[in-house]
């Protein structure tokens, strides 16, 4: 009786040392921020530690009343001075890179793919990758992120978008940036968390440096946990980007990672959800937290994601979590 006491005892223990063996040696991963201050680089300082990455927005159709793009009109060229300033503090500049006009969406000159495909962007598109090689350091870009929602003007379905040339377009891009040498770029792949039919708009792993998903608890009566949120996504991401020799698919940047604080415990959110993630899920290689205030631009339909919730501990908790090692990684 003793003796099958001590061989369960010792298994057990054996189990927990694998356990705790296998965690520590996983990677640590990457954390970063998207801030509606993404301009004021003070706003680094503001976090624990010095976010892996940073988001900055640059908008194809952003030119300041100008035709043509030009460096410092609007948010259409190439960030590169903030650029300089974030790598300068060892921070990746993490770009959403947005095909459209904010002054006249609905003319559908950026917004369709098939102006892309047909190469009406392309001195564009290769003064912004000329641009971006310039920079010399790695570059993460976001194109056409959520493009399987229809909240956006280059969403599928809008104008004569569809999946075939989504994937036409953005395959056109890459290519571009190749073609003048700009392999200091990578692209994250970004739909919204709905999994019905990536594979028809996915352009290939030929194409996409990672995969990712937005992953949002919007709370109130709709409390979801981030392993509950990432759980079929995940599986989905992997299904479409593995391969024989890699069974595990691309890895995984989570570009847009945030919650309400109404509904639940925001604090518990962070601190709780970003540890299961890293321990469910090791083809995760960052996650970016938004901090934004999206309540005043969406009329009340979103809510406040940012950190600095009313009583603090949201913040308090990210910053507890950001000082974990396991989420000290710099990135890529």
């Not at 970063?32 to 908008?59: H, K, M, Q, Y």
């Not at 300041?64 to 650029?83: D, I, R, S």
Request: aromatic fraction near 14%.
């Amino acid at each position: 009786m003793r003796r099958s006491i001590f061989l369960a005892t010792a298994a057990a223990l054996m189990l927990t040392a694998l356990a705790t063996a296998s965690v520590a040696a996983r990677s640590p991963i990457a954390l970063g921020i998207s801030s509606e201050r993404s301009t004021d680089l003070a706003a680094v300082n503001e976090f624990a530690t010095t976010p892996a990455l940073w988001t900055l927005w640059s908008t194809w159709g952003d030119r300041g009343g100008l035709v043509n793009c030009q460096k410092g009109v609007g948010t259409c060229a190439f960030p590169t001075e903030l650029a300089r300033g974030l790598r300068s503090r060892g921070i990746t500049p993490f770009v959403w890179w947005q095909p459209t006009d904010p002054a006249n969406s609905a003319a559908g000159v950026y917004e369709r793919y098939q102006n892309i495909i047909t190469g009406k962007h392309d001195k564009y598109i290769r003064d912004w990758a000329k641009a971006a090689k310039a920079f010399g350091k790695p570059v993460v870009v976001r194109f056409a992120h959520e493009m399987n929602g229809d909240w956006f003007p280059w969403s599928l379905g809008k104008f004569d978008n569809s999946t075939a040339r989504f994937k036409a377009a953005w395959r056109h891009i890459v290519g571009e940036f190749r073609s003048v040498g700009a392999r200091n770029v990578k692209f994250v792949w970004s739909p919204y968390i709905f999994t019905k039919g990536y594979a028809k708009f996915y352009p290939g792993n030929d194409y996409v440096d990672y995969v990712g998903v937005t992953s949002l608890n919007w709370g109130d009566t709709r409390w979801k946990t981030l392993p509950g949120l990432l759980d079929r996504p995940m599986a989905a991401l992997r299904k479409v980007s593995r391969t024989s020799r890699d069974p595990q698919g691309k890895p995984v940047l989570l570009p847009e990672v945030g919650s309400n604080w109404i509904g639940g415990d925001k604090a518990a959110w962070i601190s709780d959800g970003y540890v299961q993630a890293y321990k469910k899920w090791p083809v995760i290689r960052a996650m970016v937290y938004f901090d934004y205030n999206t309540t005043p631009i969406t009329n009340g339909v979103q809510p406040d994601w940012r950190l600095m919730t009313p009583d603090g501990t949201a913040f308090a908790a990210y910053q507890s979590v950001a000082r974990k090692p396991i989420f000290r990684a710099s990135f890529p």
